[in-house]
């Protein structure tokens, strides 16, 4: 099994920044990809950000290249970030934290969500 908690979400103004985490717990060495996805209010939870251990690949939502990063710390293989910079309105949504693992690959694994609002 895998548990995944995120925090970091809060209130910030357009042009501000956060930082999100998400930490893994349980069967965290058989991770194939951890993300971030996003759910805004009225819309369809979307791809943010994928980091893939396999390799240290990374992809990006066309909307958040060049302002967001991803990463990993991999002296733990329990603990995701995501960097968010220059962040505007239509970034607000509740952000979540995703994985899948090798050995069960068709399963998703979800945090509860950490909301990020941004004013204008």
């Known amino acids: 099994q895998l548990q995944l908690m995120e925090s970091g979400g809060a209130l910030v103004q357009a042009g501000g920044s956060l930082n999100l985490s998400c930490a893994a717990s349980?069967?965290?060495?058989?991770?194939?990809?951890i993300g971030w996805y996003r759910q805004a209010p009225g819309k369809q939870r979307e791809l943010v950000a994928l980091?893939?251990?396999?390799?240290?690949?990374?992809?990006y939502s066309d909307s958040v290249k060049g302002r967001f990063t991803i990463s990993r710390d991999n002296a733990k293989n329990t603990m995701c970030y995501l960097q968010m910079n220059n962040l505007k309105p239509e970034d607000t949504a509740v952000y979540y934290c995703?994985?899948?693992?090798?050995?069960?690959?068709?399963?998703?694994?979800w945090g509860q969500g950490t909301q990020v609002t941004v004013s204008s």
């Open positions: 995703n994985a899948r693992r090798w050995i069960d690959p068709r399963r998703d694994y």
């Open positions: 980091f893939h251990t396999a390799d240290y690949n990374t992809e």
């Open positions: 349980g069967n965290t060495v058989s991770i194939s990809t």
